[in-house]
């Protein structure tokens, strides 16, 4: 006679072991694995007058003299990004204010 019990056991256990590994793989392929300009405590502050010039300050303090924040919604968040790559050819004011022609 057959154990109706032990079979269906060791096919849930079998069905959790996969659903776990699957669920890893798919969390591991949504990890960002870009570089980061800043790490997680600081945040980008651009050069004034300096195309592609920047630093990381630590979150709370003000940037130093010769910085400035990025505009809202154009922060380089990882290298070669969108705003990384953009900053790269434009720069900002002492007031942060975009400058037409830096040179």
């Known amino acids: 006679m057959k154990d109706s019990n032990g079979g269906g056991l060791r096919r849930t256990l079998v069905l959790l072991v996969v659903g776990t590994a699957v669920g890893g793989l798919t969390a591991a ?26 630093a990381c300050v630590s979150n ?8 400035v924040r990025y505009p809202e919604g154009q922060v380089p968040q990882h290298v070669d990004d969108k705003w990384d790559t953009y900053w790269s050819t434009h720069t900002l004011d002492d007031q942060g204010k975009l400058v037409s022609d830096p040179r």
């Open 60 to 67: 709370g303090k003000q940037p130093p003299t010769g910085y």
């Open 29 to 54: 392929c949504s990890l960002d694995t870009r570089d980061a300009i800043c790490r997680g405590s600081e945040y980008p502050v651009a050069s004034v007058g300096s195309p592609g010039g920047g």
